[in-house]
């Protein structure tokens, strides 16, 4: 075992955000050595395991909650995570080829789909509208007992489901491939990282010390309160969410079906998704609700939970902005009393018919086990609650906070993070073999990761 070794890269963390930088830095750079920290004894038993998240790849075409703008970022990010899955033979056993959609219900959302698809069509040559005719034969569940009219805007045969959990076992497997000193360091918790007085870091662990010259802290929910502990991030507090999933006995559909999002909401509005863990039987979800809680099904620690949430008058202010608008106001009742055992699908039934008509309250069951925690962030200076990731760099340290679809931007992330690293070390990254590896896009399709690029 080795003991207070230098080590020039630390992660802590090894949800799918640790797992693909280290996959980054170990293939694309001259970094030798890099040690990986994970409490659990394995990478992606918290927010990146397929039980926690929707599984979903999220490319921005159907996501009627992003704005084009975010599409585009989303799209590139995505397109990283594609290229992986099929440069590295990684279909059919991490991500999963099928059809997707976006569903509109009655007159109103089906102009705000038109409107939609005229604007997204030229970001996505290949999304189609489906009338009714043609959602019959393809998805018929979603017009059997259908009194309003429908239609949807859907894409077929596209890598459309994502088990991020294997996904982060074969970055891990691709960097123990190269011939760099690669140490997993499994079972192991970080409790403290300190900035020595030659630069480099320590970092303790529940059993041992360690130094390094540079570390990113991807560890979820935690990531902000390392930071706060070195003193960084106080303008940021974390809104824990937490979002759980009901089960349907059966395949009901073959394509992942998304809604329309109402724009006073500030979390995504539930879909229908194959799940992969459970022989594709449908998934509806996510809640999303206020949790006490940093991890799901893991005992409370109240000090973290107190930390994290960082109350003060401008955290405040923006509950009670939230709670102001009776619509959020409703959404959040709501979504409590879906948690609530029996009662829960009574409530939920209705969001779920909107997709299926004919289910019935007894075709859904609670799915217990499974539902993750997003860690919001808010802007305490802007008394703002983000909702997307966020992102401290210091000189040789860098902290990610990643909600939804943190999974998705994975490697994006660690793009960004291997150069500011590199820049950090004096080491070099190999660009034009990621670029050819990763990064490479549709034939003349526009790039944000450019974007990313310059602003790096
Ligand atoms: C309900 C829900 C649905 C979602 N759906 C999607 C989706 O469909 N698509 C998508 O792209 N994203 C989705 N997301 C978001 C996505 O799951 C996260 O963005 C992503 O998993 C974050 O990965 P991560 O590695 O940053 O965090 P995590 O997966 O939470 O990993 C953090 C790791 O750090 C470890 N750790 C923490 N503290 C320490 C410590 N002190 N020492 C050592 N190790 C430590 C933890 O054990 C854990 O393994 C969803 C999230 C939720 C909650």
Same mark, same amino acid.
């Given at each position: 075992?080795?003991?207070?070794?230098?080590?020039?890269?630390?992660?802590?963390?090894?949800?799918?955000?640790?797992?693909?930088?280290?996959?980054?830095?170990?293939?694309?750079?001259? $970094?030798?050595?890099?040690?990986?920290? #994970?409490?659990?004894?394995?990478?992606?038993?918290?927010?990146?395991?397929?039980?926690?998240?929707?599984?979903?790849?999220?490319?921005?075409?159907?996501?009627?909650?992003?704005?084009?703008?975010?599409?585009?970022?989303? +799209?590139?990010?995505?397109?990283?995570?594609? @290229?992986?899955?099929?440069?590295?033979?990684? $279909?059919?056993?991490?991500?999963?080829?099928?059809?997707?959609?976006?569903?509109?219900?009655?007159?109103? #959302? $089906?102009?705000?789909?038109?409107?939609?698809?005229?604007?997204?069509?030229?970001?996505?040559?290949?999304?189609?509208?489906?009338? #009714?005719?043609?959602?019959?034969?393809?998805?018929?569940?979603?017009?059997?007992?259908? +009194?309003?009219?429908?239609?949807? /805007?859907?894409?077929?045969?596209?890598?459309?489901?994502?088990?991020?959990? +294997?996904?982060?076992?074969?970055?891990?497997?691709?960097?123990?491939?190269? @011939?760099?000193?690669?140490? /997993?360091?499994?079972?192991?918790?970080?409790?403290? $990282?300190?900035?020595?007085?030659?630069?480099?870091?320590?970092?303790?662990?529940?059993?041992?010390?360690?130094?390094?010259?540079?570390?990113?802290?991807?560890?979820?929910?935690?990531?902000?309160?390392?930071?706060?502990? /070195?003193?960084?991030?106080?303008e940021y507090a974390t809104l824990p969410i937490g979002g759980s999933f009901f089960f349907t006995k059966e395949k009901l559909l073959n394509s992942k079906v998304y809604t329309m999002q109402n724009p006073k909401l500030p979390f995504a509005a539930i879909h229908a998704d194959p799940d992969c863990t459970q022989n594709w039987n449908t998934r509806f979800g996510p809640t999303a609700f206020a949790l006490p809680k940093l991890e799901r099904y893991h005992s409370l620690h109240i000090k973290d939970l107190i930390h994290a949430l960082n109350i003060d008058i401008d955290v405040t202010k923006v509950y009670m902005n939230l709670f102001k608008d009776s619509t959020i106001r409703r959404y959040i009742f709501k979504n409590m009393i879906e948690e609530i055992p029996l009662v829960g699908k009574e409530v939920f039934i209705k969001d779920a018919q909107k997709v299926i008509p004919s289910l019935k309250v007894s075709d859904l069951k609670f799915a217990e086990g499974y539902g993750g925690m997003r860690p919001q962030i808010i802007d305490k200076k802007r008394q703002e609650l983000l909702l997307g990731e966020a992102k401290i760099s210091e000189e040789g340290i860098i902290f990610n906070m990643t909600p939804s679809p943190g999974a998705t931007s994975s490697l994006a992330i660690a793009m960004q993070d291997t150069k500011a690293i590199c820049n950090h070390l004096s080491k070099s990254f190999d660009l034009v073999k990621h670029q050819r590896e990763i990064q490479m896009l549709e034939k003349n399709a526009p790039s944000a990761i450019d974007t990313i690029q310059n602003a790096v």
């Open positions: 075992m080795i003991i207070n070794k230098l080590f020039d890269t630390a992660i802590v963390g090894g949800g799918v955000a640790g797992c693909s930088l280290l996959f980054t830095l170990a293939r694309y750079t001259d $970094i030798n050595n890099i040690i990986l920290f #994970e409490k659990y004894d394995e990478v992606s038993q918290l927010n990146s395991n397929p039980k926690a998240n929707s599984q979903t790849l999220h490319v921005g075409d159907i996501e009627s909650n992003y704005t084009l703008d975010k599409a585009k970022k989303v +799209k590139d990010s995505s397109f990283m995570i594609k @290229n992986y899955i099929e440069n590295f033979n990684e $279909i059919d056993s991490v991500g999963f080829r099928s059809d997707k959609m976006l569903l509109a219900v009655g007159d109103k #959302e $089906i102009e705000e789909l038109k409107t939609r698809y005229s604007e997204f069509k030229e970001l996505y040559p290949y999304l189609e509208l489906w009338d #009714e005719e043609f959602l019959a034969t393809f998805e018929p569940k979603l017009l059997e007992n259908r +009194k309003e009219p429908i239609m949807a /805007m859907g894409a077929r045969g596209q890598i459309t489901t994502i088990d991020y959990k +294997k996904l982060s076992e074969s970055f891990v497997q691709q960097a123990l491939d190269t @011939n760099k000193n690669i140490q /997993m360091r499994y079972n192991e918790e970080v409790t403290k $990282i300190t900035r020595e007085e030659d630069g480099y870091y320590k970092i303790t662990s529940d059993t041992t010390n360690f130094r390094a010259k540079s570390i990113v802290v991807n560890a979820g929910a935690y990531s902000l309160l390392f930071a706060q502990d /070195m003193g960084y991030g106080e």
